[in-house]
């Protein structure tokens, strides 16, 4: 399967609680549910689209507790997003869930890079992160995330957890999609191309 991550974004690269004031407040973050004011159908169709292709999933923790407090109390099985979630193989990668009672889901602890490089081994079409940023920070260090689907937001917070970070591997990526939505949401999908190369504008002398 290929791995892909989907995440929103504030312009300054902020992600955390973007649902709702109470989803995240670690740090002290004040923020959240900064993503509802611009939320409309481009976004919606989208979203969709990118369920439609999933086979499985892979969560941190801290998204899967907001997630699995949600979404389950979404009973249409028609719902695009809902009807995935509560149904599909979701994995949960954590050093402190003893279990997890979400339908479908298996925690995963030790080492967590090992046992994601053996998902992807698996046929399918994607394994995809939503959100959880420490998963994804620590997955992209190990080059494991294929295809990245980020959602810029206009909106700046100063403030925050950012997807990038220091410390990242140097990467280079090819866009592979792009787009705005009705509210100014800028759309791009991104796939790893490998290491950072470098030039320089010197003039020659």
């Known amino acids: 399967m290929k791995i892909t ?3 929103f974004l504030t312009l300054d690269g902020v992600m955390q609680a973007p649902g709702g004031p109470d989803e995240d407040t ?3 973050f004040e923020q959240g549910g900064w993503v509802v004011p611009f939320a409309d159908e481009g976004m919606n169709r ?5 369920f439609d292709r999933v086979d499985a999933f892979l969560l941190g923790r801290r998204t899967y507790e907001i997630f699995a407090g949600y979404w389950p109390k979404v009973t249409d099985e028609s719902d695009p997003v809902a009807g995935r979630l509560n149904a599909l193989p979701k994995y949960v990668a954590s050093t402190t869930l003893d279990k997890a009672d979400w339908n479908n889901s298996t925690v995963m602890s030790g080492d967590i890079a090992q046992e994601v490089a053996r998902l992807k081994e698996l046929p399918g079409r994607e394994l995809q992160i939503h959100g959880s940023g420490a998963l994804a920070r620590s997955l992209m260090r190990r080059d494991l995330i ?3 689907n980020l959602l810029f937001f206009p909106v700046v917070l100063g ?18 999609r792009s787009g705005t939505t009705e509210s100014g949401i800028a759309i791009h999908t991104y796939r790893a191309a490998g290491r950072a190369s470098y030039g320089t504008f010197a003039l020659d002398e």
């Open 26 to 28: 670690s740090g002290g």
């Open 5 to 7: 991550l989907t995440t």
């Open 146 to 148: 294929d295809e990245y």
């Open 46 to 50: 989208f979203m969709t689209g990118v």
């Open 159 to 176: 403030a925050g957890q950012r997807l990038f970070d220091d410390g990242g591997l140097p990467t280079s990526f090819e866009l592979t």
